[in-house]
Nanobody, 121 residues
Framework: VQLQASGGGLVQAGGSLRLSCVAS????????MGWFRQAPGKEREFVAA????????YYADSQKDRFTISRDNAKNTVYLQMNSLKPEDTAVYYC???????????????WGQGTQVTVSS
């Protein structure tokens, strides 16, 4: 099982980015995929997740009005559209799979390598 995250970069505050996570090796038989982020010196935190069958999405409160998670099962890909980015969104963003509906990193089994998002003020 492999996850490949991409789409990060440097953007000014107020800008947008779209992250992608391509899965291979049977990952889309998992129940859900999520995005997490980790800033330097901070714990990894939940951003958003989506159930792969029904497409039901859920978000951390601080992102639900600015971020949108979606999936394309035909492409084995989950996306995270991030709008109105703020400097505090700066972090490494990771995608991961789970057999549960969960916001806890410990409930996720496979992780991508992460993609850096930097938002300048």
């Amino acid at each position: 099982v492999q996850l490949q995250a991409s789409g990060g970069g440097l953007v000014q505050a107020g800008g947008s980015l779209r992250l992608s996570c391509v899965a291979s090796g049977g990952t889309f038989r998992s129940y859900s995929m999520g995005w997490f982020r980790q800033a330097p010196g901070k714990e990894r935190e939940f951003v958003a997740a989506i159930t792969l069958s029904a497409g039901s999405s859920y978000y951390a409160d601080s992102q639900k009005d600015r971020f949108t998670i979606s999936r394309d099962n035909a492409k084995n890909t989950v996306y995270l559209q991030m709008n109105s980015l703020k400097p505090e969104d700066t972090a490494v963003y990771y995608c991961a799979t789970s057999n549960l509906r969960s916001t806890s990193p410990s409930m996720y089994d496979y992780w991508g390598q992460g993609t850096q998002v930097t938002v300048s003020s």
